[in-house]
């Protein structure tokens, strides 16, 4: 399969090593890695993903995206143990009293998960904390759409599949961390919302690609790959290059929308660049790896 790549610069943070060594002393000293799980982190190499995407981070927020990171797979691992729906509104609840009440838990991930929240908000502070619990709960609660199309064997269209995986993939949460990672003035996100979402698709349906053989051997129901296939009852190789087409369409789009962006904001003209150059290094930062992850 031949993947064409973006032309967009890779680089690695300085401290990658020692973050990615830290976030299993966190992890384990929480009880969310353990014996069960610790091969399958360590071959994920969290530290590294996160010193890909934002190379410029300093060292502190660099190790609070990893162990966001970290929390993010824990909770796609709480949910595969999830047998009905019940179980599944309980474990949400439980989710959002971390947020919004001081309830206790005896879940493990939800301990770690408030112990993650209470040293993130002291660091990003009031402005950015409802703009965060935004995006974080639209990916919570978006679960429910994957937990029900897996259980009832539905493969979405493929526009419903583009919208609602841009929140239940978790990438919505990572693009939001820029202005942080980067020490960027707050910019409204009314202002790149086309290109925030662009970046998104690229970033699913890139993923969708590389891991076609992973999802069609774990019944995976939402891979662009699949839907492509089933809706318009083609052979799965047509599909795949269909999907190829549509992410280099969303990479021209991306690029378009970037210069668009910036003749329509010159007066601010260096933040709205330190930005799109930091969705670049996110996106260029996920493909980059999920190569590392299938070629060792």
């Not at 976030?23 to 996160?50: A, R």
């Not at 796609?76 to 609840?93: A, C, G, R």
């Not at 019944?219 to 662009?224: A, D, H």
Request: neutral net charge; contains cysteine.
């Amino acid at each position: 399969m031949e993947l064409h790549y973006l032309n967009f610069s890779t680089e690695m943070h300085n401290n990658a090593d020692e973050i990615n060594r830290r976030i299993f002393d966190w992890g384990e000293m929480k009880k969310i890695v353990n014996q069960n799980n610790y091969k399958k982190i360590s071959e994920l190499k969290l530290g590294y993903l996160s010193s890909v995407m934002y190379p410029h981070a300093s060292f502190l927020n660099l190790s609070l995206i990893t162990e966001y990171l970290l929390i993010s797979y824990i909770f796609k691992e709480n949910l595969i143990k999830i047998e009905n729906v019940s179980q599944y509104e309980d474990f949400i609840e439980e989710i959002t009293c971390v947020f919004y009440s001081n309830k206790h838990s005896d879940n493990y991930f939800v301990s770690a998960l408030k112990d993650w929240w209470k040293r993130y908000i002291m660091y990003i502070g009031i402005k950015y904390k409802a703009h965060f619990l935004y995006h974080f709960m639209s990916y919570v609660y978006s679960q429910y759409w994957k937990y029900h199309n897996k259980k009832n064997k539905r493969i979405p269209p493929v526009k419903e599949s583009q919208v609602k995986r841009r929140f239940t993939e978790g990438n919505s949460v990572l693009l939001n961390f820029i202005d942080i990672a980067n020490h960027n003035p707050y910019i409204p996100k009314k202002e790149v919302n086309i290109l925030m979402n662009i970046a998104n698709d690229i970033v699913n349906w890139q993923k969708d690609i590389l891991f076609l053989e992973d999802d069609l051997a774990k019944g995976s129901t939402n891979n662009l790959v699949i839907c492509i296939h089933h809706h318009n009852q083609i052979p799965m190789h047509q599909a795949l290059e269909r999907s190829i087409g549509m992410r280099d369409l969303q990479v021209d789009k991306f690029l378009k929308e970037e210069e668009k962006l910036i003749l329509k904001n010159q007066s601010n003209e260096f933040d709205y660049k330190v930005f799109t150059s930091s969705l670049r290094k996110i996106i260029q930062g996920h493909l980059y790896w999920g190569e590392e992850l299938l070629t060792n």
